[in-house]
């Protein structure tokens, strides 16, 4: 049975193109949307604006979990799914009658934005459901594949089909996608939502709110969980905006280019992250993870600092390349570092303080949109990289007893 057995499993055989078809979706609508934005206001803040709304659900992303454990993880998904069905389709009609326009991208992608940030979350949840333990870990590798495959193939599809068929063809396909990632989902066997032992009177369910608080209690009071959860917050807040929402705008304003070469940029860093990801896989035991998550951060930022130099198209795809090697150097030990030294009956509680941390990002954007249009995309850049490398630094330094020392507890086999 081997990395397969968990496709021995009749509902990880539905879930697994389900999650695959809905990740190409994801990443197709974001190229070809964006793409749109730019082109139509030839705003750099805009095209922000756009990237930002899609993590708009971020800060009421661990209520996600909250639903999941009452109604059932998959019930919860399919309804995600449905949803993004349901806008990508009114967004089809809204092309075919001739009234798009970056208001109305801007509506559905608001909408869309508060559930979207939850779904990957959802879906490793539905995976930990639905297969035996002993396959947890082949499976949740090969559903990791299915969002890391959608930012390599997806941002080449999509450019390619936008730029070979117009935006009206190549959209209808997004909302193809996504029509059979959810009916896929639907064929999932419904999972058991929060039960009660028998004979008893189910109590108060307790306040989700509280459940937060107390994650975020333990965090604070656990240096380096801290530490972790600083390093999340920071790389969202300085690193990903550049590739999460402004290469449309360094692929047109910058090197001049059209969409496929955004296509090149996006698929570069995913190729990157996913070989990353795999390299880790053999030398997980080589580096203690705390400073391979520290050291991996540093040179992501270093390679954004050399990515601001870069003059033309095949050089930034190359240090994009890299850069998302390092990315994956640097995230997976930290998730790693959250899920292995948490107690386990907090360990839902920490990852939902962990998706508190994304929403730097729509920040990042929107900050780094209105810095480009007053002082320049490459000061803008150096700034980001800069302040990136300088709080790195000073997070090691303040955390270094915690998460430096090989035998400490970040860096425990």
């Known amino acids: 049975m ?33 793409w749109y934005v730019l082109v139509e206001t030839g705003s750099v803040l805009l095209l922000t604006v756009f990237a930002a709304l899609q993590f708009l659900g971020t800060l009421i992303a661990p209520m996600f979990g909250v639903a999941g454990d009452r109604i059932g993880h998959r019930n919860l998904l399919c309804l995600m799914r449905a949803v993004y069905t349901i806008l990508s389709a009114a967004l089809v009609m809204i092309i075919l009658i001739g009234w798009l326009s970056p208001f109305a991208i801007f509506i559905i992608a608001a909408l869309a934005g508060a559930v979207r940030p939850s779904d990957i979350a959802v879906r490793s949840s539905l995976v930990a459901e639905i297969v035996p333990p002993n396959q947890l870990v082949g499976a949740m590798s090969l559903s990791r594949t299915t969002s890391d495959s959608a930012r390599l193939f997806g941002a080449l599809a999509g450019a390619s089909l936008f730029a070979a068929l117009g935006l009206t063809p190549a959209y209808i396909i997004v909302c193809c996608l996504y029509t059979l990632g959810f009916t896929l989902t639907l064929c999932v066997k419904r999972g058991p939502g929060r039960r009660y032992a028998p004979g008893a009177a189910p109590s108060r369910p307790p306040s989700p709110w509280q459940d937060l608080k107390e994650g975020l209690i333990y965090v604070w009071n656990t240096p380096h969980l801290l530490a972790a959860m600083w390093v999340a917050f920071l790389v969202n807040l300085t690193a990903y905006p550049l590739t999460h929402g402004l290469l449309p705008y360094v692929a047109r304003n910058v090197y001049h280019a059209d969409q496929r070469w955004l296509g090149y940029l996006l698929a570069g860093f995913a190729f990157g992250a996913l070989t990353g990801s ?3 896989t053999f030398a997980k035991r080589l580096f203690p993870l705390a400073r391979l998550m520290i050291v991996s951060a540093l040179i992501w930022y270093g390679l954004l600092l050399v990515f601001a130099h870069m003059p033309t198209a095949v050089g930034g795809t190359i240090i994009l390349m890299l850069a998302g090697f390092a990315q994956s150097l640097s995230l997976v030990p930290l998730a790693v570092i959250l899920l ?3 107690e386990p009956s907090l360990r839902g509680r920490v990852m939902g303080v962990r998706m508190l941390a994304i929403y730097g990002l729509p920040v990042g954007l929107l900050t780094a949109g209105a810095l480009i249009e007053r002082i320049g995309f490459y000061t803008t850049l150096m700034a980001y990289g800069l302040v ?6 000073a997070i090691a330094i303040y955390w270094r007893a915690d998460i430096w020392p090989a035998h400490a507890r970040a860096n425990a086999v």
């Open 2 to 34: 081997g990395a397969l057995a968990p496709f021995h499993n009749r509902n990880f055989r539905f879930q697994f193109p389900a999650d695959l078809l809905t990740s190409w979706a994801f990443e197709m609508e974001t190229l070809i949307l964006g």
């Open 278 to 280: 795999v390299a880790l």
């Open 340 to 342: 292995r030294t948490s």
């Open 388 to 393: 990136g490398l300088t709080c790195i630094v």
